[in-house]
């Protein structure tokens, strides 16, 4: 067999030159069958043998054995170590103007060859890209699906090139979302959906392509399958009704997708995602509700929603999920709820149906995502005085945020505990809130608050420790010295980089601590007139005048 191969190449070297088509088809037939004897042995012949150079120039149009040239290609392909030879030997570009051909075999065997080539290589696959090869793989797609290989072999590509984001674009100005869902609407069976499902997935983050799929059908297709698959136990039908229903929120993410198939709350898409969220199964109670938080992205949608009772529909979601229920239901139901209770209109309405009592049975959650959203869900809500101040007293939730201020593997929980407890003083001005957030250690994390990166909560930071300074100084004064607020507040000041509203807020609450023996000591010691002083002729106005009366207070204090 090796020495056969290795005349077949000798052969072949000739008759490539000499263009003797029946000696040359011969040996790509001798070729084919050794590769599929042994596929890496005769690759690394081919390599050795200097052969691959000589291909380019078999690929042309009118070449007449171009179809099998490019099935030897796509062969040896599969094997990683010929790749590159396969780049080096000129082979990309003569493969893609066979794309234009219009003999079947040619296009199947081309496909299959650049696959391969550029399998795993995302800057041989941004090659292809630039070439042109989307919009023309997108028409073949329509002229040739009535032929199973030549399709697989388009969804293939697009799967693999769709992967890249500088695909999309070029993915947006061609008809793939029409394409795909006519496909889709013919495709019976189980592993061909799926392989359409591998490139809708990615082509749908793409906020264009999402509203061309919309605008396609693709949604009914997918509520249809919805509908087949929820009573199914059978798994290729539980995993199809996972995909279509994930698919289905995927769409939802895109503003113009998601307001068309909102419909003003009477769209059919809409009212059947509704229906979703009652239902018993699982995946379908997490699609809906993660559903309705996307479709909860803007007021006028949310006040919508509360209006018709979604809120409760939530509520009871969330009751069924309360002993060992699903982390990624609870999730998407409060994701729901916390994008709902945005619009201020909204707030009270909740607060009446009871959604903080609802929440609150999740504090014992110990999933970080969880007690992430719960978090974020009550501090859109307590706007309202009497619902901070009813919150605020409430010590299981302040020890609890007092415990998560402390989570430090997991950012998100940390910073919107700090917020919470910074919210629940802020709108409430309430004595007691402020004594029960002092009894529970929360004063030190208010201070370290300050410091922050962000100056939203830098500033809700200190606009709390204001009040606290105001209203109950004697109860909270230990925990501020040992926190070193002082000395913080001095840092602030001089830092060139804080924000005027930070500058503003950290005198307001310097004179608020006057009142305190020991913080104003260490008010006095660290020589704050200084840095005040030069704050008068800051550029901000608010700044300058409470630096000036900051100074006066100082100077009388002294």
């Not at 249809?224 to 993410?253: A, N, W, Y």
């Not at 500033?459 to 009040?467: F, G, P, T």
Request: net charge negative.
């Amino acid at each position: 067999m090796a020495d056969n191969l290795s005349d077949t190449l000798k052969k072949l070297k000739i008759t490539a030159v000499d263009k003797t088509e029946d000696s040359l088809e011969g040996c790509l037939d001798c070729l084919l069958q050794a590769l599929a004897q042994n596929n890496m042995e005769t690759s690394e012949k081919i390599q050795a043998s200097g052969i691959l150079q000589l291909f380019a120039s078999l690929l042309t149009p009118q070449s007449s054995c171009k179809a099998k040239v490019a099935n030897i290609i796509a062969e040896v392909a599969k094997n990683e170590f010929m790749r590159i030879p396969c780049v080096d030997a000129g082979l990309i570009s003569p493969l893609v103007q066979l794309l234009n051909s219009k003999d079947q075999e040619v296009l199947l065997q081309t496909g299959r060859a650049l696959g391969n080539i550029c399998y795993d290589s995302h800057s041989l696959q941004a090659q292809l890209i630039n070439m042109g090869v989307i919009p023309t793989l997108v028409k073949l797609l329509g002229i040739h699906c009535q032929n199973a290989a030549l399709t697989e072999m388009c969804l293939v590509a697009f799967g693999n090139l769709a992967e890249l984001e500088s695909s999309k674009e070029q993915f947006a100005s061609t008809n793939i979302a029409e394409e795909l869902v006519k496909l889709f609407k013919k495709q019976i069976e189980h592993d061909k959906r799926e392989m359409i499902f591998e490139v809708l997935a990615p082509l749908a983050e793409n906020d264009a392509i999402k509203l061309q799929l919309v605008e396609a059908g693709l949604v009914e297709c997918l509520l249809e399958i919805v509908q087949q698959k929820v009573d199914s136990d059978k798994e290729d039908d539980i995993t199809e009704l996972k995909t279509g229903s994930d698919l289905m929120v995927l769409l939802l993410l895109g503003d113009e997708s998601m307001q068309k198939l909102f419909e003003g709350g009477k769209g059919s898409v809409f009212q059947r995602v509704l229906s979703w969220i009652p239902s018993n199964n699982h995946q379908l109670q997490l699609a809906g509700a993660l559903a309705i938080a996307n479709f909860a992205r803007n007021d006028g949608n949310c006040i919508h929603m509360v209006d018709n009772g979604i809120v409760e529909k939530l509520m009871d979601l969330l009751d069924r999920h309360v002993e060992d229920g699903n982390v990624t239901v609870q999730h998407a139901a409060l994701s729901a709820l916390r994008n709902l209770a945005i619009p201020v209109i909204n707030k009270a309405k909740m607060l009446s149906a009871g959604v903080t009592e609802a929440v609150l049975k999740f504090l014992k959650s110990e999933m970080p995502p969880v007690q992430f959203k719960l978090l974020g869900t009550l501090r859109m809500l307590i706007d309202a005085q009497e619902a901070a101040e009813q919150l605020g007293k409430n010590v299981k939730l302040v020890e609890r945020l007092v415990e998560w201020c402390e989570a430090k593997d997991h950012a998100g929980v940390m910073g919107e505990s700090n917020r919470l407890l910074s919210a629940l003083i802020r709108h409430s001005k309430s004595k007691d809130v402020i004594k029960a957030i002092v009894q529970s250690g929360g004063i030190k994390h208010l201070v370290t608050m300050a410091t922050s990166e962000h100056v939203i909560m830098q500033n809700e930071a200190l606009v709390a420790l204001a009040l606290i300074a105001a209203l109950e100084l004697g109860t909270a004064e230990k925990d501020l010295e040992s926190a070193k607020l002082v000395q913080i507040l001095h840092r602030l000041l001089a830092d060139e980089r804080s924000a005027p509203e930070i500058k503003y807020n950290s005198m307001v609450l310097i004179c608020a601590l006057m009142g305190s023996e020991s913080l104003h000591k260490e008010v006095q010691d660290l020589a704050f007139l200084d840095v005040v002083s030069k704050l008068r002729s800051h550029e901000n106005k608010s700044v300058a005048q409470q630096a000036s009366l900051t100074e006066q207070r100082l100077t009388v204090e002294s």
